[in-house]
């Protein structure tokens, strides 16, 4: 009995400490030092630009680019499932891009450009994926195409080879 | 690869320091008087009286978890509104979060409300990885105990482990992910779940994806101290055992074995996701296998990421297991049938591997001819039966639960076929009887369509979570039983026959052991499903 009695009072005391009040004042305190950030940024979040194709465009998202209902693709590496989903995207970018850059063939496409992530809400491309829409992007928008790439490695990632979409897009409104 | 070495040297330089602290903490010299307090009338137990307040108390944290996800509706803090899960998946659910697996057949921002969450599992995140660690002290105290067969008291050690060890590294480690941009707000209280998810080597999102969510890991930057946290206890507490038991040498003669094992992972991974898989091969696509990745972390950072979350018994991913190349895949599935003893689960990490050591000892003993021993202690058959099952049984466990859920009840777990369905189903029972927790997530116990009331798979949901309550607690008892027997015995004098366990020679054995434990009870699992995926451009 007072070992059941122990274990029950030690479960509510770290109930209240572990799963209140240590969430709870954290809360508290992100809320009153960064108020904005802690909020969740939106920059951070990938988004469906695809109704404007003078805009950059995300990867590829099974989710409906949804950051509150997310769930991975799941498509093993060697099922024919996943090989016709990535043909598709193959053909999307093609028909999407080539106008733009002729000549441009499967193989010359960035993976990351007909993958689909891992979030459904990834926000950031490859710069090489980028380079490719710059030439669309330029011409939709009457830019020089050299505006655009210097815009892109602006942008680029400090950590790595790619750039943030929404960043990217901001900049060019 | 920078990244790698990098990561390699901050865990190196890491594992002295924290776990010297965690070694001060148990022995006392770290205290707070006030905190001392609440655990004064608590006397010093023998491994069964200690053995069975982890299994009361673990009991009473499962009948809470239980209740507070059966009440879900009746909750503050659920802006969204949803009702409570069906009984199977919270069953389920509790017995993963309890022991430290932190599997999840449920989606955290379909299903939860925030304080399921946060009362909920955040607090199992906290007391399951502080009940690994207190029994993790427990068995040392009992492997280097000169006299006597006290091996401390659970619920100081339990205070312990939370108020000096959990609850500190998490605030800080939650206030630099909240500066990081992981969000901390009534909605969404993820840094607070996120720090200790990753200490306590739980793994269990806020968001169904997990670290691959940007607010749960927004940048590259973030992910690096993502997989910092997830080792640095594990690590550490092979430092602590050294100190603990007189002998740095032997520490870090643990912590060899096991960074050699993770950096062979680590290559394997890399290596095999920086290559098109057959599906892209025949879509004609070159470059990296970027599906179900993503792209801040790239294939350095996820190939990391999945190793180090299967070395430890964390379970956190950072991208799809199921888009995992063929050898992608079977690299996490191989170290957790190790045993998770490749820096392990807190706590559990240490004492399984210490069984594994143990195992080392007998076989090199049988070939010299000697009496075993370890640490001066002489080792019986009755410790290497104890050694047996805790080595043996969870491999078992999984080889039968996996076969049970080929059956036609399993079956419609799974949502593909071929060696892709086998590999999910290998892959969902070696997690949870090793109580890791990351999954080939295809794979589901739950069933949230978008028109009709979401339904649990009773049969994926009950097999489960019997399976990871067995895998926890047999090894558990197991260890302890040993560290109790242990606790009795003299120390006898190393003479010059006696077999040296802080040697180079001692490691490679020791490697020889897990691996080939493991190598001999799942390589026909493992053709059957990862290695014929690998080893061909076939498609299913």
Same mark, same amino acid.
């Given at each position: 009995?007072?070992?059941?009695?122990?274990? &029950?009072?030690?479960?509510?005391? !770290?109930?209240?400490?572990?799963? $209140?009040?240590?969430?709870?004042?954290?809360?508290?305190?992100?809320?009153? &030092?960064?108020?904005?950030?802690?909020?969740?940024?939106?920059?951070?979040?990938?988004?469906?630009?695809?109704?404007?194709?003078?805009?950059?465009?995300?990867?590829?998202?099974?989710?409906?680019?949804?950051?509150?209902?997310?769930?991975?693709?799941?498509?093993?590496?060697?099922?024919?499932?996943?090989?016709?989903? $990535?043909?598709?995207? &193959?053909?999307?970018? !093609?028909?999407?891009?080539?106008?733009?850059?002729?000549?441009?063939?499967?193989?010359?496409?960035?993976?990351?450009?007909?993958?689909?992530?891992?979030?459904?809400?990834?926000?950031?491309?490859?710069?090489?994926?980028?380079?490719?829409?710059?030439?669309?992007?330029?011409?939709?928008?009457? !830019?020089?195409?050299?505006?655009?790439?210097? $815009?892109?490695?602006?942008?680029?990632?400090?950590?790595?080879?790619?750039?943030?979409?929404?960043?990217?897009?901001?900049?060019?409104? | 690869?920078?990244?790698?070495?990098?990561?390699?040297?901050?865990?190196?330089?890491?594992?002295?320091?924290?776990?010297?602290?965690?070694?001060?903490?148990?022995?006392?010299?770290?205290?707070?008087?006030?905190?001392?307090?609440?655990?004064?009338?608590?006397?010093?137990?023998?491994?069964?009286?200690?053995?069975?307040?982890?299994?009361?108390?673990?009991?009473?944290?499962?009948?809470?978890?239980?209740?507070?996800?059966?009440?879900?509706?009746?909750?503050?803090?659920?802006?969204?509104?949803?009702?409570?899960?069906?009984?199977?998946?919270?069953?389920?659910?509790?017995?993963?979060?309890?022991?430290?697996?932190?599997?999840?057949?449920?989606?955290?921002?379909?299903?939860?409300?925030?304080?399921?969450?946060?009362?909920?599992?955040?607090?199992?995140?906290?007391?399951?990885?502080?009940?690994?660690?207190?029994?993790?002290?427990?068995?040392?105290?009992?492997?280097?105990?000169?006299?006597?067969?006290?091996?401390?008291?659970?619920?100081?050690?339990?205070?312990?482990?939370?108020?000096?060890?959990?609850?500190?590294?998490?605030?800080?480690?939650?206030?630099?992910?909240?500066?990081?941009?992981?969000?901390?707000?009534?909605?969404?209280?993820?840094?607070?779940?996120?720090?200790?998810?990753?200490?306590?080597?739980?793994?269990?999102?806020?968001?169904?994806?997990?670290?691959?969510?940007?607010?749960?890991?927004?940048?590259?930057?973030?992910?690096?101290?993502?997989?910092?946290?997830?080792?640095?206890?594990?690590?550490?507490?092979?430092?602590?055992?050294?100190?603990?038991?007189?002998?740095?040498?032997?520490?870090?003669?643990?912590?060899?074995?096991?960074?050699?094992?993770?950096?062979?992972?680590?290559?394997?991974?890399?290596?095999?996701?920086?290559?098109?898989?057959?599906?892209?091969?025949?879509?004609?696509?070159?470059?990296?296998?970027?599906?179900?990745?993503?792209?801040?972390?790239?294939?350095?950072?996820?190939?990391?990421?999945?190793?180090?979350?299967?070395?430890?018994?964390?379970?956190?991913?950072?991208?799809?297991?199921?888009?995992?190349?063929?050898?992608?895949?079977?690299?996490?599935?191989?170290?957790?049938?190790?045993?998770?003893?490749?820096?392990?689960?807190?706590?559990?990490?240490?004492?399984?591997?210490?069984?594994?050591?143990?195992?080392?000892?007998?076989?090199?003993?049988?070939?010299?001819?000697?009496?075993?021993?370890?640490?001066?202690?002489?080792?019986?058959?009755?410790?290497?039966?104890?050694?047996?099952?805790?080595?043996?049984?969870?491999?078992?466990?999984?080889?039968?639960?996996?076969?049970?859920?080929?059956?036609?009840?399993?079956?419609?777990?799974?949502?593909?076929?071929?060696?892709?369905?086998?590999?999910?189903?290998?892959?969902?029972?070696?997690?949870?009887?090793?109580?890791?927790?990351?999954?080939?997530?295809?794979?589901?116990?739950?069933?949230?369509?978008?028109?009709?009331?979401?339904?649990?798979?009773?049969?994926?949901?009950?097999?489960?979570?019997?399976?990871?309550?067995?895998?926890?607690?047999?090894?558990?008892?197991?260890?302890?039983?040993?560290?109790?027997?242990?606790?009795?015995?003299?120390?006898?004098?190393?003479?010059?026959?006696?077999?040296?366990?802080?040697?180079?020679?001692?490691?490679?054995?020791?490697?020889?052991?897990?691996?080939?434990?493991?190598?001999?009870?799942?390589?026909?699992?493992?053709?059957?499903?990862?290695?014929?995926?690998?080893?061909?451009?076939?498609?299913?």
């Amino acid at each position: 009995m007072r070992e059941l009695r122990r274990a &029950v009072i030690a479960a509510l005391a !770290l109930t209240l400490v572990l799963g $209140l009040a240590y969430p709870l004042a954290l809360t508290g305190a992100a809320q009153l &030092v960064l108020p904005h950030r802690a909020d969740g940024q939106a920059s951070l979040i990938g988004r469906d630009y695809s109704k404007d194709l003078s805009l950059f465009q995300s990867r590829p998202s099974v989710t409906g680019y949804a950051p509150d209902a997310t769930f991975f693709d799941n498509q093993g590496p060697n099922q024919k499932a996943l090989a016709a989903q $990535l043909r598709g995207y &193959v053909r999307a970018y !093609l028909q999407r891009e080539r106008p733009y850059t002729p000549g441009l063939r499967a193989q010359d496409i960035p993976s990351d450009a007909v993958t689909t992530s891992a979030s459904g809400v990834d926000p950031d491309i490859s710069v090489a994926n980028a380079r490719i829409q710059a030439h669309r992007v330029a011409a939709r928008r009457h !830019l020089p195409l050299a505006r655009v790439l210097a $815009l892109i490695d602006a942008h680029r990632s400090a950590f790595g080879s790619f750039v943030n979409v929404n960043e990217l897009n901001q900049a060019l409104r | 690869m920078l990244e790698i070495v990098l990561y390699v040297a901050l865990l190196t330089a890491i594992t002295p320091l924290l776990g010297g602290y965690i070694a001060r903490v148990f022995s006392g010299e770290i205290a707070i008087a006030a905190v001392e307090r609440l655990t004064r009338g608590c006397e010093p137990q023998d491994w069964k009286r200690y053995a069975r307040s982890v299994l009361v108390s673990s009991a009473v944290f499962f009948a809470l978890l239980y209740l507070i996800l059966q009440t879900q509706s009746l909750h503050p803090f659920n802006p969204r509104g949803f009702g409570s899960p069906p009984w199977d998946l919270a069953f389920n659910t509790t017995a993963s979060f309890v022991t430290n697996t932190n599997w999840q057949y449920y989606a955290g921002e379909t299903t939860l409300s925030n304080f399921s969450q946060m009362a909920g599992l955040t607090v199992q995140n906290f007391v399951s990885a502080g009940v690994g660690l207190a029994v993790a002290i427990a068995v040392i105290r009992g492997f280097a105990a000169r006299s006597g067969g006290a091996l401390g008291n659970f619920y100081q050690d339990l205070v312990r482990a939370v108020v000096y060890v959990l609850l500190p590294l998490s605030l800080v480690s939650a206030a630099v992910l909240i500066v990081m941009g992981v969000p901390q707000s009534i909605d969404l209280p993820v840094g607070s779940q996120e720090a200790i998810k990753l200490l306590g080597t739980n793994g269990g999102g806020f968001f169904n994806v997990n670290s691959a969510h940007p607010f749960e890991n927004p940048s590259a930057l973030s992910n690096f101290f993502e997989l910092v946290l997830i080792l640095a206890i594990p690590a550490a507490l092979t430092s602590t055992y050294g100190r603990m038991v007189g002998n740095r040498r032997q520490g870090w003669a643990l912590y060899a074995a096991m960074l050699t094992l993770f950096v062979v992972a680590v290559a394997v991974v890399y290596v095999a996701e920086g290559h098109p898989t057959p599906a892209m091969h025949a879509a004609g696509i070159t470059g990296a296998n970027l599906e179900g990745k993503e792209e801040r972390f790239g294939t350095v950072g996820t190939a990391l990421f999945v190793v180090v979350t299967t070395a430890a018994s964390c379970g956190a991913v950072n991208g799809a297991m199921e888009a995992l190349s063929g050898i992608g895949g079977l690299v996490p599935m191989a170290q957790m049938q190790t045993g998770e003893v490749i820096f392990g689960g807190v706590g559990s990490g240490l004492t399984t591997m210490l069984m594994f050591v143990l195992l080392a000892v007998f076989l090199c003993g049988l070939m010299v001819g000697r009496t075993p021993e370890l640490l001066g202690k002489k080792i019986g058959a009755h410790e290497i039966e104890l050694t047996v099952l805790g080595t043996i049984g969870v491999p078992l466990l999984v080889l039968v639960t996996t076969a049970l859920s080929l059956t036609k009840w399993g079956l419609v777990s799974m949502s593909t076929s071929g060696p892709q369905g086998f590999s999910e189903a290998l892959y969902a029972y070696t997690s949870q009887a090793n109580n890791n927790g990351s999954a080939f997530a295809g794979y589901t116990g739950f069933v949230q369509p978008a028109n009709g009331p979401a339904y649990g798979i009773v049969f994926a949901n009950l097999l489960g979570g019997f399976t990871m309550l067995l895998g926890r607690f047999v090894p558990l008892l197991a260890v302890l039983a040993i560290a109790g027997s242990l606790s009795h015995q003299r120390v006898a004098p190393a003479g010059a026959g006696t077999f040296q366990t802080d040697s180079a020679t001692f490691v490679v054995v020791l490697i020889g052991v897990i691996v080939l434990v493991a190598l001999l009870t799942f390589v026909p699992a493992l053709l059957l499903g990862p290695v014929v995926q690998g080893m061909t451009h076939q498609l299913f």
